[in-house]
């Protein structure tokens, strides 16, 4: 690896993924990190992107930038797709002008959840939602456009920022005592903290070794179960009720099975494995 110092543009910096990656950007001196909110940078205006890209010749782009309402996309399918789907063409046909590097951040609802053994990125994706949907033609694009990309589809995110599913309950846990939460539906909760050391290790040394990889912390847990360890983790005595996912219907469908198979990973860039419990007791929220 040469001496240059490498100038490395993250998208979506007020996300959780991007203010983990903020974090942990300060074990990592050695870079010039470029942090854009969605303020900041409109990765859906392409003339705005080419005069950054013209202007800083970025080695490397972490898109954090994403529509992740989950719900909402099913009414907002337009704004779902313009985000997830057409800017990220926009961003590929940019960092493929200037030979960046793009990174970029994916989900297990690429899946249709029919299966019940953990998904390869040899399976063969089926959304069953909008927002799932948007986010495998983002993925599409990139395929089509780069031969230098990375690809992380990852799911269940939770972390200290941001709205997600450990703030929701320990914020619901605190108000009530007793909780209903789906059991029927199984996946691998990520801590965004772990994926952002996974970016910033990609990125330290170099790797040529790209494409498409799935990477969660290990194991498998449903909604129930993880609603019940955090608050014993947390030593909160809210009870939990388990409940069908037919008995708290949204406007969006979920895949009832989405683990993710991290092999392709693990081999590639020997990762340490994480179990889930250790990293919610390391949790700071």
């Keep these: 690896m040469s001496n240059k110092i ?7 910096a007020n996300g959780q993924l991007g203010k983990c990656i903020q974090d942990v950007a300060k074990s990592y001196p050695q870079f010039n990190f470029h942090f854009k909110t969605s303020k900041d940078l409109n990765i859906s205006e392409k003339e705005q992107l080419g005069a950054l890209f013209d202007q800083e010749k970025y080695d490397f782009c972490v898109n954090c ?3 992740t309402a989950v719900d909402k996309a099913e009414t907002e399918k337009d704004k779902a797709y313009l985000v997830n789907a057409e800017a990220v063409r926009y961003l ?6 200037q030979n960046c590097v793009l990174i970029h951040i994916s989900t297990d609802f690429v899946f249709d959840g029919n299966k019940t053994t953990p998904y390869t990125e040899e399976d063969i994706p089926n959304p069953i939602n909008v927002y799932g949907a948007s986010k495998l033609k ?11 990309y990375f690809i992380f589809r990852t799911s269940w995110v939770y972390s200290e920022y941001g709205n997600n599913f450990v703030k929701t309950m320990l ?3 605190k108000e009530r005592e007793v909780l209903s939460v789906v059991n029927d539906q199984i996946g691998s909760p990520t801590y965004a903290g772990d994926l952002a050391k996974l970016v910033l290790g990609i990125i330290e040394v170099n790797s040529n070794k790209y494409g498409l990889y799935h990477y969660s912390n290990e ?4 909604w129930y179960e993880f609603a019940t360890e955090i608050f014993k983790q947390k030593g909160l005595k809210t009870k939990v009720n388990p409940i069908a996912t037919e008995e708290y219907p949204t406007p ?3 895949p009832l099975y989405s683990v993710l198979d991290n092999s392709k990973i693990k081999e590639r860039f020997k990762l340490e494995e994480l179990t889930l419990s250790k990293i919610i007791s390391n949790l700071n929220i």
């Excluded at 490498?6 to 979506?12: F, N, W, Y």
């Excluded at 590929?92 to 002008?97: G, L, P």
């Design 6 to 12: 490498l100038k490395i543009l993250v998208t979506g």
């Design 65 to 67: 930038a994403a529509y």
């Design 92 to 97: 590929a046909e940019v960092c493929k002008e």
């Design 138 to 148: 983002g993925e599409q694009y990139i395929h089509e456009i780069l031969e230098k």
């Design 171 to 173: 914020h619901l846990g």
């Design 219 to 222: 194991g498998k847990i449903s």
């Design 252 to 254: 969006a469908r979920r």
